[in-house]
């Protein structure tokens, strides 16, 4: 057997186990429960957490989990954040093993990467691809933006939504959420470090208050003359695709094509640090925002506002 089928086997085998097809029903106007859709998920620790995507259990009355070896269990909702459409489960079932995470902010484009999933209800279906980008901001159908996103190309379908995305060595670095009706190898997962960073409050209060800032970026490399001429401390930066009107960002006085290098005095290399800096404790509070403009280098005042979580993720066909 070749090396490139020995590397997918063996990574799947290290994963398979924790991954769960997930099954929701919904209370239809006559109050009866109905099949509402399904979805992926995975156990990622020993007493029973699972990662899915919020757009999967948003608004179910029951859940049913299915793993690999067709024994089904009951899963209830702890917490959800529509903001990442990640949401978190528990079950009871016990005796599986938990999936290892790796570190969605040392995957690197070009990186072998697999996917695992249930698309159109065909349970554990496998795919492989490469990572294609990082730091992509997605805009949902629903017009709602979702930050820190991994561009592959290993096929995603319906189904596939709240699976894990594996690098080689069989380690979770992200989580599968869309893909684009119409477009070849362009599927998204949100990355796994999203989905730690978000844990202890989906765990504590069952959502997560994160500032606000309107904007849609995408993470560059820098030009070395840039790094040098402004003794930057990074070498990446955010390049801003655009600025949603009404919000602080615009407010701000922020414009397309700026690259954003620090925040609140913290240097930004990519979508994962601006996220991890977005915490309630900025919301209402002005910051600093340096922004690389021509030739300049600006300190912007922006206001964080809290996010309002009201738009539900309903990614294009996943």
């Known amino acids: 057997m070749d090396s490139y089928s020995q590397l997918i086997i063996s990574a ?103 996917a695992i999933g249930n698309p159109y209800g065909f349970q554990h279906t496998v795919t492989s691809g490469v990572v294609s980008a990082l730091g992509r901001t997605l805009r949902t159908e629903t017009g709602r933006l979702i930050d820190n996103i991994l561009q592959t190309d290993a096929a995603l379908n319906p189904g596939n939504s709240g699976g894990p995305l594996i690098d080689a060595d069989g380690r979770v670095v992200g989580v599968n959420t869309a893909t684009i009706c119409g477009a070849q190898g362009l599927c998204f997962a949100i990355g796994i470090n999203t989905a730690t960073a978000i844990l202890p409050a989906l765990l504590r209060e069952g959502r997560v208050r994160r500032a606000y800032l309107g904007l849609m970026t995408q993470e560059v490399s820098l030009n070395p003359r840039v790094i040098n001429f402004h003794q930057l401390p990074t070498r990446k930066g955010l390049f801003v695709v655009s600025v949603e009107p009404g919000t602080p960002a615009q407010a701000a006085g922020l414009r397309e094509g700026d690259f954003i290098v620090a925040f609140a005095d913290q240097p930004v290399q990519n979508s994962d640090d601006l996220f991890r800096l977005l915490t309630q404790e900025k919301i209402g509070l002005f910051q600093f925002l340096t922004v690389l403009r021509g030739q300049q280098k600006l300190e912007l005042r922006i206001t964080p506002v809290e996010s309002s979580g009201t738009a539900r993720a309903r990614p294009v066909a996943a």
Do not use: C, M, W
């Open 12 to 114: 799947v085998e290290a994963a398979k186990h924790s991954v769960v097809k997930i099954d929701v029903r919904k209370r239809t106007k006559q109050g009866k429960l109905a099949p509402a859709g399904s979805g992926s998920g995975f156990l990622f620790s020993s007493d029973g957490y699972l990662f899915t995507n919020s757009h999967v259990v948003h608004g179910a009355e029951e859940i049913r989990i299915t793993f690999a070896d067709g024994a089904e269990h009951p899963a209830t909702l702890v917490g959800e954040d529509p903001d990442s459409d990640l949401a978190l489960l528990h079950t009871p079932a016990s005796g599986y093993p938990a999936a290892r995470l790796g570190d969605s902010g040392q995957v690197q484009i070009g990186q072998l990467v697999v």
